[in-house]
């Protein structure tokens, strides 16, 4: 190795590889959504006026263009505000409240759980910890969660509620659901009748390579499997126009859609319609947002191969230390030996790098192996990347040497 621990930690760099956020220059994609706005102006095709309240479930044509994105017919699409994770959150709020379906308010059914397969989406494991939802955390194998587990659990235990899946490109493993995890999800039997899976798509169109791989039609599925009301779909824009002010969509079966109208309904008058008119001006269809993403893609993989080829010639032949080559999405898992991520991660951030604390990516914080570490490539330039990629190749060799001295 050309660089020492000391010498890179006295270069005094800062770079924050925390959070899976898009680069200035991906945001840059969609100046147009800001500067064509008065060109939109505020007149829908059926000449409604956006400006004003109303139509609680979207614009017509952005849960057109919503159900295009998304595989379904609009009836079953709902266009909403900025944020998916929104949606997630008060779907699981109005079913601790209100209950789903024929069931009783969650709340009142005594405990609540959730399966959480791990290494997981921090934020949906905060949902949980803030509404009071106990957390079960299954292993995540490379096609999705550990299947004998969840079947296992969902079969018997009547206080497990849901699941959370992203089905495609996971942050933070990216792995791929396969076909036989997803038929699966969609037919075995739950203790819970009202048991939902958390389906957030959040990757659907963010593909790193020419596969473009494809997130199955679960609310399909689940119908076909009879049980139509047990998955909720959930995708936004986020990481395809702007970060903070894209449209988010929620699917599901016309059941659960008519029961988030009643819920919602008390919450909000109606989403930002001036913010979906201009959505559906600018992608339009889904062959123009795919167009759009191969812009997204040029600017992230020279970064995702930046940090795989820094780690493979520094970290190649460390025993036990191995790391994902996502197809998709924003994050890359690397894993130390047991027993060293958190200490890797302190060291890194003595040398400037902030990294996902250790352990974030489990409920409750607390990966029982001490090994996994999330990287998050997307917002540093490709030369911060390879930066960072040394600091955390030397922090990983650091912590393994003072393990070795300990045990020496
Ligand atoms: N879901 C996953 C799996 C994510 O990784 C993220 C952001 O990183 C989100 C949801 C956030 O989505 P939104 O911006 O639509 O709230």
Same mark, same amino acid.
């Given at each position: ?24 220059? *991906?945001?840059? #994609? ?5 500067? +064509? ?15 004003? =309240? ?6 017509? &044509? ?48 005594? &405990? ?16 949980? &910890? ?38 495609? =490109? !996971? ?11 997803? *038929? ?25 390579? +020419? &596969? ?40 599901? !079966? ?10 919602? !309904? ?15 001006? =600018? ?17 992230? *993989? ?32 690397? =894993?130390?030996? +047991? ?60 912590? #393994? +040497? ?7």
């Amino acid at each position: 190795m050309t660089m020492t621990y000391e010498a890179f930690k006295a270069l005094g760099l800062a770079i924050d590889m925390t959070r899976g956020k898009p680069a200035p220059e *991906q945001l840059d #994609l969609s100046q147009a959504l800001i500067d +064509d706005a008065a060109r939109v102006g505020h007149v829908s095709r059926d000449g409604i006026d956006c400006r004003n =309240y109303g139509h609680l479930l979207g614009l017509p &044509e952005a849960r057109e263009l919503g159900a295009q994105l998304l595989g379904l017919p609009a009836s079953h699409v709902v266009a909403a505000g900025n944020s998916s994770l929104e949606l997630m959150h008060d779907v699981l709020a109005f079913a601790m409240l209100h209950g789903m379906g024929q069931g009783e308010p969650w709340r009142r059914a005594g &405990e609540v759980a959730f399966l959480c397969p791990v290494p997981g989406y921090d934020r949906h494991f905060a949902i949980c &910890e803030a509404l009071g939802i106990r957390m079960i955390a299954v292993p995540m194998n490379d096609d999705g969660p550990d299947m004998e587990r969840v079947e296992a659990l969902v079969a018997t235990d009547p206080a497990i509620k849901g699941i959370w899946c992203t089905p495609l =490109y !996971s942050n933070p493993t990216g792995t791929i659901y396969s076909p036989e995890t997803v *038929q699966r999800l969609a037919r075995m039997p739950a203790a819970a009748a009202d048991f939902r899976l958390f389906w957030d798509d959040a990757y659907r169109f963010h593909h790193l390579t +020419d &596969e473009r791989c494809r997130s199955p039609d679960i609310v399909g599925a689940c119908a076909d499997a009879g049980h139509p009301d047990r998955a909720i779909v959930f995708a936004s824009t986020s990481k395809v126009t702007i970060a903070s002010g894209g449209v988010a969509l929620l699917a599901s !079966s016309p059941r659960n859609i008519d029961w988030w109208q009643r819920c919602v !309904s008390i919450r909000t008058i109606g989403p930002d319609k001036l913010n979906q008119l201009r959505h559906v001006h =600018y992608l339009r269809d889904l062959p123009t947002l795919e167009r759009l993403m191969e812009g997204h893609r040029a600017v992230l *993989q020279p970064k995702f191969e930046a940090l795989d080829a820094t780690l493979r010639s520094l970290l190649g032949d460390v025993p036990g230390v191995s790391w994902t080559k996502p197809k998709g999405g924003y994050f890359v898992s690397l =894993y130390t030996p +047991d027993g060293y991520a958190k200490r890797t991660v302190e060291l890194a951030a003595q040398a400037g790098i902030v990294l996902t604390p250790a352990g974030a990516a489990f409920p409750y914080r607390i990966d029982p192996r001490d090994r996994h570490l999330r990287l998050a490539p997307s917002c540093p330039n490709p030369a911060q990347i390879e930066q960072a990629a040394l600091a955390i190749a030397l922090s990983v060799r650091r912590a #393994l +040497d003072e393990g070795a001295r300990r045990v020496a």
